[in-house]
């Protein structure tokens, strides 16, 4: 299939959201610019509210449901971040949310769920939650899809309108993570609508390699994801989020955990921001593509989110040895 959102529909959806979402901040990192020799950019997502860039979508999406849409209500699967900004977004709206989760979850996830208004069931896995998601929708539930789904995208999009905004000048490349690449289809339609030439890197790790193995196996390949990067670990790519992909991306960089884990601690040591592994994921993409990087470049990381417990960071740097 084709890529079916424009930007003309992302802003639509920043003129929709407008208010209702953080313009989080974008400036200069002189500590990642020295690392990596170039000017380098940070967009830290991480500070929005419920903790990522999800609430975009969600708002975009929630809000063009009809009153008996809303009437009876949403249901979604995630086990991280979309799941915590559904619950927040239809609480804010009056609707009810129900999510569903894979059982290994990690308890954070589900705490800030509930306590966002949330009604979470628990599922053998994703795959099964996710053919849980068909029968209530086959009951009148709306299904919220985490990234199949162009409302859902085309708020995520905002992201890449506010970057391109703020950054103060052309950007050469950027560092964007992926899931089930719903985030980085609307980033990458906002920048390339906006600059055809800005390269966009995309970012896995290893054990969440959903879109990588997909683009090689030239369709959907169902994944059962073992990184520590839970909010990538999607269990599936579509054909949607492929072709934006195929469209939009020069690469898809992958990092394994370890490498994540330590940019996660070398950013919150020394810029004083808190990231999950998602996110920093895209510290350690640039990190070893610094050499592709001619002078006068100018890079930007999209800092994606921030849902992650301490003692999960403590736990993952004695395993890991950062």
Known sequence: MLFDVSLADIQAAATRIAGKVRRTPTFMSAGLSARLGVE?????????????????????????LSDAERARGVVTVSGGN???????????????????????????????????????ELCEDALAAFSKAEEY???????????????????????????????????????????????????????KGLD?????????????????????AGKPVPIRPTSIARTLGAP??????????RQFL???????????????????????VLLEPAASCTVAAAMARKDQF???DRVALVLCGSNVALDDIERWRQEFGV
């Open 82 to 120: 979309h799941a915590i900004a559904v619950s927040l977004v239809a609480s804010m709206l009056g609707i009810k949310a129900l999510v569903l989760m894979p059982k290994n979850v990690a308890p954070l996830n589900i705490r800030l769920t509930q306590e966002a208004g949330g009604e979470v």
């Open 137 to 191: 929708e086959g009951k009148g539930m709306t299904h919220v899809h985490s990234y199949d789904d162009p409302a859902i995208i085309a708020g995520h999009g905002t992201v890449g309108l506010e970057l391109a905004a703020d950054a103060g000048g052309r950007i050469d490349h950027v560092f964007i993570s992926i899931g089930g690449g719903g985030f980085s289809a609307g980033v990458g339609a906002a920048l």
């Open 40 to 64: 380098t950019v940070v967009k830290v997502e991480s500070l929005q509210l419920a903790g990522s860039f999800k609430v975009r979508g969600c708002y975009n999406k929630l809000l063009g």
């Open 250 to 272: 020069e690469e898809i960089v992958v990092v394994s955990d370890t490498e994540a884990v330590r940019e996660l601690v070398w950013v919150l040591q020394n810029g004083r």
């Open 294 to 296: 001619k002078p006068g």
């Open 236 to 245: 599936f790519a579509t054909e949607r989020t492929m072709a934006a992909a």
């Open 196 to 216: 055809p030439a800005v390269r966009i890197h995309g970012v896995e790790t290893e054990g969440a390699t959903t879109m990588t193995q997909a683009l090689e």
